[in-house]
């Protein structure tokens, strides 16, 4: 049944979902080609895709936040819903880094730069240092951001080990650190599948954690901080 419901009604539902937000900012960038009302598109598509698959979402510690302060949020990765469900339920002004090739595709290319979001040249690390500089100043001036520190989704939905660059990029901002848990994204959308399943998620935002006065040499104790925040937060 799931897999009818999802190939007769939701996966063609967010293409079509995708297909008008990507002509709406189109639209929207001939009047304005800043960065906010980009950001509100996306979010509207991020709404319609959660309500599409059916899926609840209940948000827990949003008290902890300032919508109009500045963070590197940092979560675990179970599916590919993760960036719907938290784009959708978290008030921020975010900022993406992603990978330079999604730049080079028509239409979303054209939204991710008007949106603001950096990309990232993987290839290449002294580029990609210099990338995190430009997105620390971009921070610094009022944005926030989200990580998943993972690097990737967990293939056992396990936690697996942190990269330190979220860490790094929030020390150079010195803006505070954000752990967030995401519970029952995989039951959703299971990585590698297109089978989308009707069900609850939660989202957990903790206390952040400063950087003020540290240094990118600590970037390796913060991710371990981190990370503990994570796992306690899961339970």
């Known amino acids: 049944m799931a897999y009818l419901w999802s190939r007769l009604v939701v996966v063609p539902l967010i293409a079509l979902s995708t297909a008008v937000c990507a002509l709406i900012s189109n639209v929207v960038a001939l009047f304005d080609s800043s960065p906010p009302p980009q950001l509100r598109v996306a979010q509207a598509w991020a709404k319609s895709l959660v309500w599409i698959a059916g899926v609840k979402v209940e948000v827990e510690g949003l008290e902890h936040i300032d919508p109009k302060a500045s963070y590197v949020f940092t979560s675990n990765h179970l599916s590919y819903m993760d960036t719907p469900v938290v784009l959708a339920n978290i008030p921020a002004q975010f900022l993406f880094l992603a990978k330079e090739e999604l730049f080079r595709i028509p239409f979303m290319g054209w939204h991710l730069k008007r949106a603001g979001h950096v990309p990232v040249p993987l290839e290449n690390p002294r580029a990609a240092l210099r990338t995190l500089g430009h997105a620390a100043k971009l921070l610094q001036a ?34 505070p650190m954000v752990p967030v848990t995401l519970i029952g994204t995989r039951e959703v959308l299971p990585m590698g599948s297109l089978t989308f399943h009707r069900g609850p998620v939660k989202v957990r935002i903790g206390q952040p954690i400063p950087t003020e006065g540290m240094t990118t040499r600590q970037r390796v104790e913060l991710t371990a901080t981190l990370r503990q925040k994570i796992v306690e937060m899961l339970g």
């Open 142 to 175: 009022g944005r926030s951001t989200f990580i998943f520190p993972e690097g990737g989704r967990s293939a056992t939905g396990q936690l697996d080990s942190f990269n330190d660059g979220a860490a790094f990029l929030a020390i150079r901002a010195q803006v």
